[in-house]
Nanobody, 121 residues
Framework: VQVVESGGGLAQAGGSLRLSCVVS????????IGWFRQAPGKTREAVVC????????YYGDAVKDRFSIWVDAAKNSLGLHMKDLKADDTAVYYC???????????????WGQGTQVTVST
């Protein structure tokens, strides 16, 4: 499985970024697909996960109402639109899939190399 994320970079606080992820070698038909992030010295943090059970997107409290996920099953890709960025959003962002959303950060089935997002104040 090859997972390639893109779209990270430097943004000003209050700005926006759009991340994309293309998956090859596997479908996106997992019970949990989404994004997690990891900042230096911190553990992985779930950003958003879409559950196949109820097809709802579950957002972490830190990003709720600012980030939104999209999935394009035809292109086997997913993305993350981030707005109103804050310095605390600085991290490496990974798209991932797991057997369920609760396992997205602890036991992902696959994930990419990550893309760096840096928010300056």
């Amino acid at each position: 499985v090859q997972v390639v994320e893109s779209g990270g970079g430097l943004a000003q606080a209050g700005g926006s970024l759009r991340l994309s992820c293309v998956v090859s070698g596997s479908s996106l038909r997992f019970d949990g697909i989404g994004w997690f992030r990891q900042a230096p010295g911190k553990t992985r943090e779930a950003v958003v996960c879409i559950s196949s059970d109820d097809r709802l997107a579950y957002y972490g409290d830190a990003v709720k109402d600012r980030f939104s996920i999209w999935v394009d099953a035809a292109k086997n890709s997913l993305g993350l639109h981030m707005k109103d960025l804050k310095a605390d959003d600085t991290a490496v962002y990974y798209c991932a899939a797991a057997q369920s959303c609760p396992l997205l950060t602890s036991e992902p089935t696959f994930w990419g190399q990550g893309t760096q997002v840096t928010v300056s104040t």
